[in-house]
């Protein structure tokens, strides 16, 4: 859920609220053991232009173009909303099940 409300106060809002979410994570990381990959997902999220692969390449990347705050298009936003959330049912997701992350 944390990742939603992420989503949620960064990309949809434009809130100032990464502050405290990057605070909270730390400490969530001290008492949680996420995996390397749930660590990264959180950090792309919290700080997209340090930890995305290509954020700031010259080239035009469509996947870090649906990403950055600017972004507007309706068609495109939809695309990124359902990225987000799935994102978030795959870390949910129990790894000994056969959901969507197995497939992955």
């Known amino acids: 859920m944390l990742i939603l409300k992420i989503y949620y106060d ?3 809002q434009g809130a100032n ?3 405290l ?4 994570l730390e400490i969530l990381q001290v008492n949680i053991e996420f995996s390397a990959e749930e660590s990264q997902v959180f950090r792309i999220l919290l700080k997209p232009v340090e930890h995305m692969i290509g954020y700031n390449d010259e080239e035009q990347n469509y996947l870090n173009e649906l990403f950055k705050i600017d972004c507007t298009a ?6 990124r909303h359902s990225l987000v959330n799935l994102i978030s049912m795959i870390i949910l997701g129990d790894p000994g099940s056969s959901n969507v992350s197995n497939s992955l």
């Open 74 to 79: 309706e068609d495109e936003l939809s695309i």
């Open 17 to 19: 609220s990464l502050l």
């Open 10 to 12: 960064y990309y949809c």
């Open 21 to 24: 979410l990057n605070e909270l």
